[in-house]
């Protein structure tokens, strides 16, 4: 079955530190991948998404992804973190324009001082 | 550009009774998808609607219904709630497609069965 898994629950960084969040998927092709935001009490934002091409996908809020095919992998990168970028952060992927989005359970980041 | 639009925002209903949620997807866009997120199950996906068909369903059971009109507008259904359909559902719209093409979210409704 078609799956997106996120690692992680729960990540602690520091303001100005790095950040990485992990994703995994499990599709019997490459799917379309994707990174959401979502604050408390909101809706989903659109971070970045991968169809094809170059691995590394620029996005909002200063926000990277590399697909790694060899890996499953699609991970979420920002070189130094905010405190307004404290969120939960969904992992998805869909097989094609006309499928579904499955989510991941979510990376929640909590960002300190 | 107005986004993607649900009302209301917050619901309190009793177990037994029947819920309806409204969306109005972003000008433009056809598809509109229905999402129930809660803390142990995360985001499900439940149907999508496109020029007023369903496409595709999710595995819910027959109390989730929904709708699409001719505007693109969509509501949802929930019939003999439980305790269990406490959740947030989010409505998302896409220009053409499903997920694959990238989904734009509403802020979701806050329904709270007691």
């Known amino acids: 079955a078609q799956s997106v898994t996120q690692p992680d629950i729960h990540i602690t960084v520091s303001e100005g530190a790095s950040l990485e969040l992990r994703c995994n998927y499990s599709?019997?092709?490459?799917?379309?991948l994707f990174w959401y935001v979502q604050s408390p009490g909101q809706g989903l934002q659109l971070l970045l998404k991968y169809f094809s091409g170059d691995t590394l996908v620029q996005g909002i809020k200063g926000f990277e992804a590399e697909f790694k095919r060899s890996q499953s992998s699609f991970n979420l990168r920002k070189p130094s973190v905010h405190w307004s970028d404290a969120a939960e952060y969904f992992c998805?992927?869909?097989?094609?324009?006309?499928?579904?989005?499955?989510f991941g359970k979510g990376t929640r980041l909590s960002v300190i001082a | 550009k107005a986004g993607v639009t649900q009302t209301p925002r917050y619901l309190i209903k009793t177990r037994g009774q029947q819920v309806t949620l409204s969306c109005s997807p972003i000008s433009g866009h056809r598809s509109v998808s229905w999402y129930q997120q809660t803390p142990g199950q995360g985001l499900q996906f439940l149907f999508e609607y496109f020029s007023e068909t369903q496409r595709n369903k999710g595995n819910f059971p027959g109390r989730f219904s929904g709708r699409q009109f001719s505007n693109s507008r969509s509501e949802m259904n929930v019939s003999t709630l439980e305790l269990g359909d406490s959740a947030l559902y989010l409505c998302?719209?896409?220009?053409?497609?499903?997920?694959?093409?990238?989904?734009?979210f509403g802020s979701g409704t806050r329904l709270t069965v007691v």
């Open positions: 998302a719209s896409s220009p053409l497609g499903q997920g694959g093409y990238g989904y734009t």
């Open positions: 998805a992927g869909a097989l094609s324009g006309n499928t579904p989005l499955v």
């Open positions: 599709y019997g092709a490459t799917p379309y």
